[in-house]
């Protein structure tokens, strides 16, 4: 009988070491890098003869890119989010102005220490391609900012909470934050809160919180917001730097969409007024999913899945 049953146990424990393996596989090849990315350029277009109603003869464009890379890995988590956008409108009897200009990158590590809450630190920086100028970006007028002027480096750390892939919150009471001014017109007091005539860079530290909630409004529309507040301990801390950002997306085909944004920003080292731009294309868009990431308990933004 114990001869008999020695080809079957073979066999059975052949079977279960092979099991073992491909065990092994998934979960070695289960991917910890998530990549959630969007390129896009939106047209626009107008052109009149003999209509009696007005107008003028128009063409504009408009390109960006917007990645999020997430690295998450047992108690690690590493977001890294890259958003370049730039555009321009050529208008008859007007000329070329700019209608879009921004550069985002931010950076933040952190490790969680209990459920969906992270010890964090990260970076950000945020600035422009080229020049703007007062008058609608008219270069006859008066230049106004340019690349790195201003621009904004914020290094700090705090805690991250991370229910879902669709809401992130970060609050830092650590932060710094350099104000850098490197085109020579514009180091002059006053300007972006510079101290003195010739200075290049301002220094503040104080709180910085920054939250992202992405909402699924139906198939293929969805809308993406942001929101950040700063206070800075060393100066008027009760001058609050409030920034939004919504991104409405309609998706029409997997090649074809629809973005709006609206941006608000209030600043009072830039103006003491509430700004505001907001913005309107339809064109080509190229959705990147690069799947599933190896954490079960979140759902990977499916609201972006093609």
Known sequence: MKIKLL?????????????E????????TAKVWSIKGQNTLMLNQAAFSNWVGGGANNVGWLAGVNYNLTYEKGKDLWENIIILGYGQNNTK??????????????????REFAKNWYISAGASLQTQFA??????????AAKISNFMAPGYLNMGAGVTYRPNDNFTATMRPANARWTFVLDKDLQYKGMYGLKNDGDSSLFQFGFLGTAIYKLKIMDNITLTNTGSVFSNYLDHPERLVLAYSGILNMKINKFISTNVTLDLLYDHNQIAKTQLKQTLGVGFAYNIDNGRKRSENKDNQTWMKK
């Not at 393996?21 to 070695?28: H, I």
């Not at 009897?93 to 952190?110: A, E, F, H, M």
């Open 21 to 28: 393996r491909n065990d092994a596989a998934v979960s070695d």
């Open 7 to 19: 080809p079957f146990i073979v066999l059975l424990g052949i079977h279960l070491s092979a099991q």
């Open 93 to 110: 009897g007007v000329g070329t102005r700019k209608t879009q200009d921004v550069i985002n990158l931010s950076t933040n590590y952190g």
């Open 131 to 140: 020049p703007g100028y007062a008058d609608g970006n008219n270069p006859e």
